[in-house]
């Protein structure tokens, strides 16, 4: 037998860092889709095409790779799978983007291989036990995040996260969207937030506070279709995460550019430290992210969460 679950990735529209803290955050599912494929297997078998070494280290007598990297790197797949069964499985994920660029890959991994494992099991979870499921594995691997990724990516669609409630916004408004190279994963850009905040709470509090407001000015403009007022806030709350400390000069460079050249929003999505950018969809906005070398990508917004299905 084996099952196949599609997880749509997702865009932090707003609110990202903040909403760790208990602050609102808008994020949306888009049509690119990881698959992570469960297989009856003797022995538990990771395949992860998009994955890289920097460096390799192996023992000869048994050709076994021994970089403490494998481990970190596979620590959300082998998570999700402790956190379902234990009968053994090959796991093939397939992702349509590099590992780690801000588009919530690592929630991608973990809802589609539980949803897919536990479907295998013959426990087939409903795509809220999958969320909350979910989220308990990226909060045991990072030991710091919010629910946020990992609901969107099992429910789908435009959702406000608001303290423990969640909404569901309609809107027509799109976006367009690439990613640049990272230098740090969001766990370690997570863990850098957090040294900010204690070493300026204060300053901490207000930033966030400006960002939780912002976040439902947003909402408004979303479903009221008002580009002009969320790209306004687009850029604020991107000046705000600079504050912190998440972006980097390249990606600011770009942000800088955007409004240079009239574009109504353009952010940060994600983590930060490089990776995803969102703007406004104005004409030059797809060709200015390639230009600075971005990878650009499906934004459409898509429905539905995770989907699973028995192929044999
Ligand atoms: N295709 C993949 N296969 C296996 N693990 C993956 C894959 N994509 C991402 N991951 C895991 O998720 C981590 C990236 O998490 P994170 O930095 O939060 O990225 P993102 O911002 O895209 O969610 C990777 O270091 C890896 O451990
Ligand atoms: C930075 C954060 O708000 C979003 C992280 O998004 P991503 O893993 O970089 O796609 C972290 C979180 O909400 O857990
Ligand atoms: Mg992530």
Request: proline fraction near 3%; avoid cysteine.
């Amino acid at each position: 037998m084996i099952i196949e679950a599609s997880v749509p990735l997702k865009l932090t529209l707003f609110g990202e860092h903040a909403v760790v803290y208990g602050k609102p955050a808008i994020a949306a599912t888009i049509s690119e889709f990881l698959k992570v494929k469960v297989t009856k297997s003797d022995r538990f078998t990771v395949v992860s095409p998009s994955l890289n070494l920097k460096g390799v280290k192996v023992n000869l007598d048994d050709m076994k790779v021994e970089n403490e990297q494998v481990s970190r790197l596979l620590n959300y797949v082998s998570e999700s799978i402790k956190a379902v069964g234990n009968e053994p499985v090959k796991v093939e994920i397939e992702s349509p983007v590099e590992p780690s660029v801000g588009l919530g890959t690592s929630a991608a991994v973990i809802v589609g291989t539980i949803a897919a494992y536990s479907t295998f099991l013959g426990n087939q979870l409903t795509k809220e036990e999958i969320a909350m499921k979910s989220h308990e594995v990226e909060l045991k691997v990072q030991g710091i995040g919010s629910r946020m990724d990992t609901y969107v990516e099992s429910l789908g669609g435009i959702i406000l996260f608001n303290g423990n409630k969640e909404e569901r916004l309609e809107s027509k408004l799109s976006f367009v969207s690439g990613y640049f190279k990272r230098s740090m994963t969001t766990a370690e850009m997570l863990r850098k937030v957090k040294e900010f905040k204690e070493k300026n709470n204060n300053l901490f509090s207000r930033i966030i506070d400006s960002i939780g407001d912002l976040v439902m000015e947003a909402k408004e403009y979303m479903v009221n279709n008002d580009e002009d007022g969320i790209g306004r806030l687009m850029y604020v709350n991107h000046g705000l995460l600079f504050s912190m400390g998440v972006t980097v000069p390249e990606v600011d460079e770009v942000i800088s550019r955007a409004r240079n050249v009239g574009i109504k929003g353009a952010k940060i999505s994600g983590g930060g430290a490089g990776g995803s950018v969102i703007m406004t969809p104005d004409p030059p906005s797809a060709f200015l992210l390639r230009s600075f070398g971005a990878y650009v990508i499906n934004a459409s917004f898509s429905e539905g969460g995770v989907t699973i299905k028995r192929i044999r």
